[in-house]
C-alpha cells in the first residue's frame, strides 16, 4: 500500500511557473513507478509525466511538450512536476499516481493522491 499527498497547486497567469509535489509513504522500499496525470473538466484522466524511481528513468506521453520536468528526492520519497510557461488549457486537477510496475497510463495506476488543482488565467 502507497499513500500519495499532492501539494503545490494553486493559481498563475499565463506565462507564470508551478512546482508540483508529491510524497509518498507506505509500502516504498523497493523501487516503482511515479507520475503526474492531470483532468481538465468535461475530460478524461490523461497522463503528463512519469518517473521510475529505482533509476530515475522519464517518460512524458506528450513528447511535443517540453515545459514540464518530473523529477525526483528519492532519500525523501517525493516527486516533483516543474511547470514552466503555464498555459490556460493547462488548467485542471493534477493527480500523483504510483504502481510498483506501470503507470504510463490510467489504467495501470494502483494508487492516487487526492488531487491538487492548478487554474492558469489568461
Known amino acids: 500500500q502507497v499513500k500519495l499527498v499532492e501539494s503545490g497547486g494553486g493559481s498563475v497567469q499565463s506565462g507564470g511557473s508551478l512546482r508540483l509535489s508529491c510524497t509518498a509513504s507506505?509500502?516504498?522500499?523497493?523501487?516503482?513507478?511515479m507520475g503526474w496525470f492531470r483532468q481538465a473538466p468535461g475530460k478524461e484522466r490523461e497522463g503528463v509525466a512519469v518517473?521510475?524511481?529505482?533509476?530515475?528513468?522519464?517518460y512524458y506521453p506528450n513528447s511535443g511538450n517540453d515545459r514540464f520536468t518530473i523529477s525526483q528526492d528519492a532519500a525523501k520519497n517525493m516527486v516533483y512536476l516543474q511547470m514552466n510557461n503555464l498555459e490556460a488549457e493547462d488548467t485542471g486537477m493534477y493527480y500523483c499516481?504510483?504502481?510498483?510496475?506501470?503507470?504510463?497510463?490510467?489504467?495501470?495506476?494502483?494508487?492516487w493522491g487526492q488531487g491538487t488543482q492548478v487554474t492558469v488565467s489568461s
Open positions: 518517473i521510475w524511481t529505482s533509476g530515475g528513468i522519464t
Open positions: 507506505g509500502d516504498t522500499e523497493s523501487g516503482y513507478c
Open positions: 499516481a504510483a504502481d510498483h510496475s506501470q503507470c504510463t497510463v490510467v489504467e495501470d495506476v494502483t494508487w
